[in-house]
């Protein structure tokens, strides 16, 4: 009778960890990134219709699967766009022309690639004047209960496969094992329960990601579960977005991890020395297994070194598959392992498992804690991230990690009663140890409830993200004409040049439009870029040559039917406000955040280290040598990459030396005029040297202003230098006029 109700009750906590498990895992990791810089801004009124709306995220997207669309308020579609060429994080439409006042809502359907979540949001903008009573529709943070489903399912698989096979190979046959049991070196009833756990952890893992294979199609295509069942909209998920790739990994490996289990299962007759290293090597795949997770995370748009949160978020997974994964497997296996045992034998067998359990769960609780750290350092800034829901789910997250520090401290103390003497009574208190480490592990899956909680919040948008940075424009006259610049974003970096031109309030097609950028402090110029005309008086280039905050021009020529051209110089200050958000530096608290990681990876990884120095013969000469080699290398490293840094910048200084003179007057076509007024009458003589004359204007393209300014003030080769009495803002005249020899390099 009371072998029936013990069995009955580990039935009932077989099905409440189960459920609890579920549930802890039905949340989703919704990683999804945000918007960073939006032209126009969410509700700006403008005095002028858009050429272009622009919205720039901090992930890349999915091209494929993502859409634009601007509905007038009347809510007809005027206009539909996408991602970007150019940048696979900008999302762009072009509008249609002279678009009359009122208000317009822009529709965003972005497919993050990073994780192939797709979020639903829109944004209004005002032409003339504010319209009362329209507005857009935040994003959703809403868990579609098929994700749920498969997420729970896969997460609890795999966390199980890796607690079953790190537990099978680093507590269990070290505790356990005996090469009396030829077939996994562990007694039969303890490898059939193993086995089962391991058979039906993988058939859920594999069914998962079936499942997850369809959800993705049903929201990428955004269609029902009977349409995603289409092989062809299931193809071109598969093979055609990051997360197909990332799941064709997966299941490859969750193959071998399955034929490898096969073979330890037909291996336990014939081969059984294969069961141990081909178990020992399956949780290994499953360690990459854990790592697509982590591709498909938070960590994949973190703007502070991608691959580091990357591998710190993989490192958080595997430290919880072995601590909360091996504790759940440990739990299941325990009375079927216990059974033969009474009285002090059963004490003793436990013990065994568990002081080679505890050690190392304890160096996994420290990663589990220190990669939550630095994790949370790459969202949280400050006071207002914190006081976010993403917020609040960290704190409740380290509350429950904080109970099951107290539960597992206890357990160590217990493990080690000659050390924590004053502790006994406590110790006394734990009675049957299985009771406790039932409490643990229920305590460790209210942990995996707080960690899937704080999973499935969004990562708050850092307030430095929501600052509103107004894109330079300007507005320019050439003739009869009328010329609109925006440099969008308008920061270092990538920028694009969207220019409008009219003549009489009507938009004009047939221009030629050339453009070159110039950072006239350090006497640097870009290369020609021939703007591509996009549709009716728009013309637009890309361009990375604005590369540095301060003043920059950017010389516009505008030709028509094969006139000369008109040159339009415009002015900007380019502050890193305007430039999107790519990366940002590290502050104090990520720094020792990752400090901490890797001292808890080192702590982990110390006992291994010393076994493998204990293996060594070594002697105080040996050390000494070594020692002395190590610094000498290290002091050789530092000096080398100095003297590196040093020749690197003497050779930059060497290409590029800053300039003695700096141009001082910006090339508008009206000092293009009195440069030729002036080239004429004061350099006349030049034209008596046609060689020399030739060469310069042939080296226009590789010099700098001071150079053509020196040529005019000392001469150069056989030419003569100009008129003595020109003033120094003259001389750059004629240096503006004179460049507009150079041949046009387009690109």
């Known amino acids: 009778m009371i072998y029936i109700r013990y069995r009955f009750m580990w039935k009932r906590l077989w099905i409440f960890s189960v459920l609890l498990f579920v549930f802890n895992l039905t949340l989703p990791a919704d990683a999804h990134g945000y918007i960073v810089r939006a032209i126009p801004e969410d509700r700006a009124v403008l005095d002028r219709p858009p050429t272009r709306l622009q919205y720039w995220f901090s992930e890349g997207l999915e091209p494929e699967f993502s859409a634009l669309n601007v509905r007038d308020q009347n809510g007809d579609v005027i206009a539909s766009g996408g991602v970007s060429d150019d940048d696979d994080a900008l999302m762009t439409v072009r509008l249609p022309n002279d678009l009359p006042d009122g208000a317009y809502v822009v529709e965003l359907r972005p497919a993050f690639a990073s994780d192939g979540h797709v979020i639903a949001e829109s944004r209004v903008f005002f032409v003339g004047e504010e319209v009362g009573g329209v507005a857009g529709q935040a994003a959703t943070d809403e868990a579609i209960p098929l994700e749920v489903a498969w997420k729970a399912v896969h997460l609890a698989a795999t966390m199980l496969l890796f607690g ?37 952890a993988l058939l859920a893992a594999f069914a998962a990601n079936g499942v997850a294979l369809i959800q993705q ?26 997360f197909g790739d990332v799941w064709n990994w997966r299941m490859l490996f ?120 630095y994790s949370s350092t790459n969202w949280i800034f400050g006071r207002e991230e914190a006081e976010t829901t993403f917020g609040t789910s960290l704190a409740f997250k380290l509350i429950l ?59 708050p948008v850092p307030t430095f993200a929501q600052e509103e940075v107004e894109a330079p424009t300007a507005v320019l006259q050439a003739g009869d004409l009328t010329v ?81 051209p008109q040159r339009l110089a415009f002015e900007w ?115 008596e040297h046609p060689a020399d004359l030739a060469a310069l204007q042939e080296r226009l393209s590789r010099s700098r202003d001071e150079d053509i300014y020196r040529a005019i003030r000392e001469g150069w080769r056989d030419l003569p230098a100009c008129n003595d009495d020109l003033s120094v803002y003259e001389r750059w005249d004629i240096v503006n006029y004179f460049r507009t020899f150079a041949d046009t390099d387009e690109t």
């Open 164 to 200: 079953a096979f790190t537990l099978y190979a680093i507590v269990l046959v070290p505790a356990w094992g005996s090469n009396t049991h030829a077939a996994g070196r562990l007694p039969p009833r303890v490898m059939r329960r193993l086995n089962v756990i391991i058979g039906y």
């Open 217 to 242: 199609t049903m929201t990428f295509f955004n269609i029902g579960f009977a349409q995603a069942l289409n092989r062809d909209f299931i193809e071109l998920v598969r093979i055609g977005s990051r």
């Open 254 to 373: 969750l193959g071998i991890i399955g034929l490898m289990f096969l073979f330890s299962l037909y291996s336990r007759t014939d081969q059984t020395t294969f069961i141990y290293p081909t178990l020992t090597a399956a949780g290994w795949v499953l360690a990459l297994v854990l790592g697509s997770s982590s591709i498909l995370s938070h960590a994949a748009g973190s703007l502070l070194w991608p691959w580091v949160a990357l591998t710190v978020d993989w490192l958080h997974a595997l430290a919880v598959g072995f601590w909360v994964g091996g504790l759940a497997v440990l739990v299941l296996i325990l009375p079927v392992a216990l059974r033969p045992y009474t009285g002090e034998q059963r004490r003793l067998a436990l013990l065994a498992a568990l002081r080679r359990f505890s050690p190392v769960a304890v160096a996994c609780l420290l990663i589990v804690i220190t990669t939550g750290i």
């Open 401 to 459: 990690v904080g109970l099951l520090v107290a539960v597992g401290a206890l357990h160590h103390i217990a493990l080690r009663p000659e050390r924590y003497d004053r502790f006994s009574g406590v110790i006394d208190r734990l009675g049957n140890w299985t009771r406790t480490l039932r409490l643990e592990a229920i305590l460790a899956a209210f942990v995996l409830f707080g960690a899937a909680v704080l999973s499935a919040t969004p990562v």
């Open 484 to 564: 609109v610049m925006s440099v969008l974003p308008g920061g270092p970096g990538v920028n694009t040049f969207d220019t409008t031109v009219t003549r009489n309030g009507q938009r004009v097609d047939g221009l030629e439009l050339n453009m070159v950028s110039v950072h006239p402090a350090d006497d640097q110029r870009g290369s020609t870029h021939r703007l591509e005309p996009v549709e009716a008086g728009l013309y637009v280039t890309a361009a990375a040559d604005i590369d540095d905050t301060g003043r920059w021009w950017t010389l516009l020529d505008i030709s028509e039917n094969g006139d000369d």
């Open 573 to 687: 200050q380019i502050t890193d406000e305007a430039a999107v958000i790519e990366s940002i530096d590290p502050r104090p608290a990520n720094i020792l955040a990752l400090l901490g990681v890797l001292l808890a990876v080192g702590y982990a990884m110390y006992p291994f280290m010393r076994r493998g120095y204990n293996t060594l013969e070594l002697d105080a000469g040996s050390v000494s040598v070594a020692a002395s080699a190590a610094i000498a290398t290290g002091i050789a490293l530092a000096a080398g990459y100095i003297l590196l840094q040093d020749t690197r910048d003497v050779y930059d200084d060497a290409l590029a030396p800053p300039p003695q003179v700096v141009n001082a007057v910006l090339p508008t076509q009206a000092s293009l005029n009195r440069g030729e007024t002036l080239y004429t009458t004061a350099c006349a003589t030049w034209d």
